[in-house]
């Protein structure tokens, strides 16, 4: 919209009667703004807003008012203008995946794999026996690669589809984030920091397996990620994404049954100091540069099947 010199104008239109005392009178009025009919009609509500008499002239393209109100008009559209200013904001960029990323969707699936191989749970199953998480065997024998090997392990279908449904679109999500391969070595990181907690923090022996606690480590990294990536310092800002991660531990994480609550919180747990210090290390928006992504998801299938072989050797 474009503000005019005050000048006198004749308004073109039917509804003026040549020689009419209304005739006259418009015949002093000055232009104040023009532009396209949307930006007149814009400029006609903040005027109306304002009880600032006016005409729409539709036949030159422009808004008219009595040279008394003239000031007035301009001021009026300029704290418009002023207020509106970079409105509507730009829709926030969303880091995309990079070209032949490994899809979680696949991922999900070699794990679904792997579950029809080693079978539901059984007391003389090798896999269980020798790659559970085993507080006896993890504490007392120094057996760490338990701590990856038992979030491969399911206890049976159930167990398996709610983590890979619930928990491939988190893991999707986190990926998104930071990228692949970062996000799959954070995954493993820190859930294998989660039972280690629940393992070291309980007074009886324990016996666990899934990929849950991996999976609340992906809630508590995005949640991290969130407390240090917030534009805003206000207490409603940070507790939001701290309760929104909270929210889902409660959700998703405290069932009945053989559910391992001490491993989904303390997943969360370990995941949202995970969060942070990868929020302080990172920009809120990564490069997912296909090399190092590529690296860290290798490093990452490295680890675990080192783990495998030192449970299975």
Not at 3 to 29: H, K, R, Y
Not at 204 to 232: E, I, M, N, P
Not at 237 to 244: C, I, K, Q, T, V
């Amino acid at each position: 919209m474009s503000i005019l010199p005050s000048a006198p104008v004749i308004p073109e239109s039917d509804n003026v009667v040549p020689g009419s005392a209304m005739n006259m009178a418009l015949a002093t009025w000055v232009r104040v703004g023009a532009g396209s009919p949307e930006q007149l009609a814009t400029l006609s509500l903040v005027l109306s807003a304002a009880d600032i008499d006016h005409l729409v002239d539709h036949d030159s393209g422009a808004v008219q008012v009595a040279p008394a109100d003239n000031a007035r008009a301009l001021a009026e559209w300029s704290a418009y203008e002023e207020e509106n200013r970079g409105w509507p904001p730009p829709p926030p960029t969303r880091p995309a995946l990079q070209p032949g990323t490994p899809p979680t969707l696949g991922l999900m699936t070699l794990l679904a794999f792997f579950h029809a191989h080693t079978g539901p749970w059984q007391a003389h199953s090798p896999w269980f026996a020798r790659g559970a998480v085993d507080s006896e065997a993890v504490l007392g024998q120094g057996q760490w690669w338990r701590l990856f090997t038992g979030l491969t392990l399911h206890a049976d279908l159930a167990h398996l589809a709610g983590n890979a449904l619930i928990g491939g679109l988190i893991i999707h999500l986190l990926a998104r984030t930071l990228g692949y391969g970062t996000a799959w070595l954070l995954l493993l990181l820190a859930g294998a920091s989660g039972n280690l907690l629940n393992l070291a923090l309980r007074a009886q022996a324990h016996l666990s397996v899934g990929l849950s606690t991996a999976v609340f480590a992906a809630v508590g990294l995005l949640t991290g990620l969130q407390l240090v990536h917030r534009t805003t310092r206000s207490l409603r800002a940070l507790l939001l994404p701290l309760g929104a991660g909270a929210g889902l531990l409660v959700l998703l994480g405290s069932g009945a049954g053989r559910t391992d609550v001490g491993a989904h919180f303390f997943g969360f747990v370990a995941g949202g100091c995970g969060g942070l210090l990868t929020g302080l290390l990172l920009p809120a928006h990564p490069s997912h540069r296909p090399q190092l992504q590529a690296a860290l998801f290798a490093l990452a299938a490295t680890l675990l099947m080192v783990c495998w072989w030192l449970a299975l050797r």
